[in-house]
């Protein structure tokens, strides 16, 4: 279980990737982000994401047209 989620069902690119570069400044350094997207082009967008800033990409899935990213904090 994540420390903190975030829905962003409904949205599209860029807001997923601007709410939870948002969010993640809450979870403490280690501590983990859940990310609920419906947005098809949200999971090249967080592993770009993940990439750049330096937090971990630890999972990420999709059931219904619902896609899940967990984050894990590294600064």
Not at 8 to 17: A, E, N, S, W
Not at 37 to 47: L, N, V, W, Y
Not at 58 to 68: K, Q, S
Request: glycine share 12%; proline share 4%; net charge neutral.
């Amino acid at each position: 279980m994540a420390d903190k989620t975030l829905d962003t069902r409904g949205l599209t690119c860029p807001l997923p990737i601007l709410k939870a570069k948002k969010a993640i400044g809450s979870v403490a350094v280690g501590g983990t982000l859940e990310v609920l997207a419906t947005d098809p082009g949200s999971r090249e967008d967080f592993i770009v994401f993940a990439r750049t800033t330096g937090h971990d990409l630890i999972e990420e899935g999709e059931d219904g047209g619902v896609f899940r990213f967990v984050l894990r904090r590294a600064r």
